[in-house]
């Protein structure tokens, strides 16, 4: 990989970068930090095809890009599920966290079990993507304030709340007011409410 021993300008020199991506994708992790930002630099390393079946996990399992934040969180942009192959220490990383659930509440299905039991992280998540609930801890997901900001968000989340949660009456109110359909996730009891019933 040339690119490797080129200078700090020619590492920042987008066509040089995009050329050595196109005759070795993992070139990608000796380019600048701010060419790792940009979408179009990491998409020419995914879409490079040295061979049949090339995709984001054989890129990111080849090479340190999985360990490398600013490549990852473009990835993240382009498509959520490549947090899967960020390294552990991404995963368990606050702050790298925190900034790929500003971007999609999804990635909390990847995160760390310390990201997932974090309550403020969790709460970011669920604001953003209110379908995030379900890779929430068990007491999280009992938790009244995540439940409601996941049901506001998207209504359907109810399904993933603790019974004791789908038993509440001003969460499945949230969440039938998010979405109609959510009351047929809410406890039996409550689904026989009249005042909800009318209101989904």
């Known amino acids: ?11 920042n020199n987008v066509h040089v970068v995009l050329a050595a991506i196109a005759q070795e994708p993992r070139a990608l992790q000796f380019a600048s930090r701010d060419l790792k930002k940009q979408p179009d630099v990491v998409r020419s390393a995914v879409q490079s095809t040295p061979f ?4 984001w996990a054989s890129l990111f399992s080849l090479c340190k890009l999985r360990e490398d934040p600013d490549v990852m969180l473009t990835a993240l942009g382009l498509n959520w ?3 899967e192959f960020a390294a552990e220490e991404l995963k368990a990383d606050r702050v ?3 900034a790929a659930l500003r971007s999609n509440g999804l990635v909390l299905k990847y995160a760390s079990s310390d990201v997932q039991e974090n309550y403020e992280l969790v709460l970011m998540a669920v604001g953003q993507n209110g379908l995030s609930l379900q890779f929430a801890t068990q007491k999280l997901q009992a938790d009244a304030r995540i439940v409601r900001a ?3 968000q998207n209504g359907l989340s109810l399904q993933y709340a603790a019974p004791l949660m789908r038993g509440s009456h001003a969460v499945v109110l949230d969440a039938i007011i998010e979405n109609g359909a959510a009351l047929k996730f809410a406890s039996s009891e409550l689904k026989r409410d009249r005042g909800l019933v009318s209101s989904a």
Do not use: E, P
């Not at 990989?1 to 590492?11: H, I």
């Open 1 to 11: 990989m040339a690119l490797q021993f080129a200078s700090a300008s020619q590492r």
């Open 81 to 83: 599920r490549v947090l």
């Open 52 to 55: 049949d079946g090339w995709d």
């Open 150 to 152: 996941a049901v506001r």
């Open 96 to 98: 790298f966290m925190k």
